[in-house]
């Protein structure tokens, strides 16, 4: 069974940095599908980014040139480096594991003050 462990989470100023690590365990991690989704206080939770078996990268266009998706095979982790963070960022972060039976972790308080 899938497991998923998010970390790194905090409060930063806005124009500060923060990397979001994510430990897996029980899956085929190199070859698993991974992604990192959001959830704004009184908002649906939304897709950032994610990562492919292949490592192919997606991020929306809300993050793209400020936030990068990667993965270590060796650790079993993901990461999201975010740069550059702006209020609107503020939210819970989670990792997720992409299949027929999404796998979520239990998320991670990103807070962004101006």
């Known amino acids: 069974q899938v497991q998923l462990v998010e970390s790194g989470g905090g409060l930063v100023q806005a124009g500060g940095s923060l990397r979001l690590s994510c430990a897996t365990s029980?899956?085929?991690?190199?070859?698993?599908?991974m992604a990192w989704y959001r959830q704004a206080p009184g908002k649906q939770r939304e897709l950032v980014a994610t990562?492919?078996?292949?490592?192919?990268?997606n991020v929306v266009d809300s993050v793209k040139g400020r936030f990068t998706i990667s993965r270590d095979v060796a650790k079993s982790t993901l990461y999201l480096q975010m740069n550059r963070l702006k209020p609107e960022d503020t939210a819970v972060y989670f990792c997720?594991?992409?299949?027929?039976?999404?796998?979520w972790g239990q998320g991670t308080q990103v807070t962004v003050s101006s």
């Open positions: 997720v594991h992409i299949s027929t039976r999404p796998v």
């Open positions: 029980g899956g085929a991690f190199a070859i698993d599908t």
């Open positions: 990562i492919s078996s292949g490592g192919r990268t």
